[in-house]
């Protein structure tokens, strides 16, 4: 059974920087595409970047984007998600979430398997 377990959330100032990693164990990692999702109370959990297989290609919410950086170790079976310029609006719990394919999407039901999460909390 695949585990997926989330860390590095925490309390950061706005303008601050976290690292998210996504540890997983018992599934072929590097065949199945891979994604970060967030939900803030009282919303939908939305996804904010993607990853493909072998990590050559990604993808971006429009909110994140050059400031969120997703990348994988495909060696080591993790998947990080760096942000940086961190604003109280990105205030959620991040979750990870694998696919049974090798190509990323940006839907909720694309993805079959996910974290617990991890909070993070950035203070204005």
């Known amino acids: 059974q695949v585990q997926l377990v989330e860390s590095g959330g925490g309390l950061v100032q706005a303008g601050g920087s976290l690292r998210l990693s996504c540890a997983t164990s018992g599934g072929s990692f590097s065949e199945r595409g891979m994604a970060w999702f967030r939900q803030a109370p009282g919303k939908e959990r939305e996804c904010v970047a993607s990853i493909t297989s072998n990590g050559t290609e990604t993808w971006y919410a429009p909110s994140v984007k050059g400031r969120f950086t997703i990348s994988r170790d495909n060696a080591t079976n993790t998947l990080h998600l760096q942000m940086n310029s961190l604003k109280p609006e990105d205030t959620a719990k991040y979750y990870c979430?694998?696919?049974?394919?090798?190509?990323?999407?940006?839907?909720?039901?694309?993805?079959?398997?996910w974290g617990r999460g991890t909070q993070v909390t950035v203070s204005s």
């Open positions: 979430a694998n696919r049974p394919a090798p190509w990323s999407a940006s839907g909720r039901g694309d993805y079959m398997e």
